[in-house]
């Protein structure tokens, strides 16, 4: 499981890896192309088969203060991003939204810090 799971009610859904990479738990990941981000609960090899948690969770993950094109500080509060080419979220609108940042990081800074991971949205 998981050690930067901080809160769950989540629901885990089995993911196919087909990154061309290993997915290690703990890891965030994108569900799809436009996402939703989720936390991935176990080891997954490349065309591999695994579960992964997506929203409402709270997990701590590294965050740069970054908006992809400059340095840019990141507010508590704030809507963070992720891509899969990138082992952190960051204020870069280009990204896929992952969550709400519950703390904050300094312009060009790096830091571990609690997201609030957005739900999975399904179309009625």
Do not use: W
């Not at 859904?13 to 192309?33: E, F, P, R, V």
């Not at 992809?68 to 508590?76: I, K, L, P, Q």
């Not at 960051?90 to 940042?101: F, R």
């Amino acid at each position: 499981m998981a050690t930067n799971l901080l809160q769950g009610g989540g629901r885990v859904i089995q993911h196919a890896n087909t990154s061309h990479a290993a997915l290690s738990s703990g890891d965030l990941c994108l569900l799809g192309a436009g996402g939703p981000v989720g936390l991935v609960l176990e080891d997954i090899a490349n065309n591999g088969t695994g579960s992964v948690m997506v929203g409402p969770i709270v997990v701590s993950t590294s965050v740069k203060g970054h908006n992809g094109s400059a340095n840019a500080a990141v507010t508590a509060g704030a809507t963070v991003y992720f891509t899969d080419t990138e082992a952190f979220c960051d204020v870069d609108t280009a990204q896929v939204p992952a969550g709400i940042t519950l703390g904050s990081v300094a312009s060009g800074a790096t830091e571990t810090e609690e997201v609030l991971l957005l739900p999975l949205v399904t179309a009625p």
